[in-house]
């Protein structure tokens, strides 16, 4: 089946304890991202990757690191995080087709909080 | 970097009635898609548009590809109440993908 896998789904964390949600996909997607969900804001885009080992910011990249080097793998990393990090992320991945990035399948979620 | 304005921000319907809503940009897209999202879920696509002047249905839903490529609409007719939850538009360019800060639908039987 194909899908986009996010773990955990939950996670409640401390302040400043270094922590990383994984994301994997199964079709061979070129193109991965991360975003954030907050009430009232929408989707908005952490970063994202092009393709493995090319990675860019997108709008809310402060306090986030990730990394490609497989294609199947995007994890998102948190150094050190804050109570403003707390939110529901979502991993996304979707094919490139030429010049033109085709829809993107999500995965379920993973809702950090931050005490 | 480019927005997508999404309006309504939420609607409160009747079981049965139409709904529509449009995201507008400043920017081009080579497509539009549209998506729902349930509590508890990931965005789940419900129509994709790849050309300009596209319209395609998918049972009661119908969504539109803008001329100018710089917007999309998405109807939905007779609604139930399965139909509730956020809607949320989506452009993609060469190397991005952006959203509409969604419609919240909450459909009242």
């Known amino acids: 089946e194909a899908q986009v896998t996010q773990n955990p789904r939950y996670l409640i964390t401390v302040t400043g304890k270094k922590l990383t949600v994984t994301c994997s996909q199964n079709m061979n997607h070129e193109y991965m991202s991360w975003y954030r969900q907050d009430p009232g804001l929408g989707l908005r885009q952490i970063y994202y990757s092009m393709n493995v080992e090319v990675t860019d910011k997108g709008d809310v990249p402060e306090g986030y690191k990730v990394s490609r080097k497989e294609k199947r793998n995007f994890p998102l990393i948190l150094e050190s995080p804050s109570p403003n990090q707390t939110s529901l992320y979502f991993c996304?991945?979707?094919?490139?087709?030429?010049?033109?990035?085709?829809?993107?399948?999500f995965g379920q979620g993973t809702r950090l909080t931050v005490v | 970097g480019q927005q997508l304005n999404q309006s309504p921000q939420s609607m409160f319907i009747q079981e049965g009635e139409d709904v529509s809503m449009n995201c507008t940009s400043s920017?081009?897209?080579?497509?539009w898609l549209w998506y729902k999202q349930e509590p508890g879920e990931g965005p789940v696509l419900l129509i994709a548009?790849?050309?300009?002047?596209e319209l395609t249905s998918n049972g009661r839903l119908t969504a539109q590809f803008g001329i100018t490529r710089k917007d999309s609409f998405l109807n939905i007719s007779a609604s139930i109440p399965s139909d509730v939850g956020i809607y949320f538009c989506?452009?993609?360019?060469?190397?991005?993908?952006?959203f509409g800060a969604g419609t919240r639908l909450t459909v009242k039987p």
């Open positions: 548009l790849y050309k300009a002047g």
């Open positions: 989506a452009g993609t360019t060469f190397n991005d993908m952006r």
């Open positions: 996304a991945s979707s094919r490139r087709t030429g010049l033109v990035n085709t829809e993107a399948f």
């Open positions: 920017s081009i897209f080579n497509t």
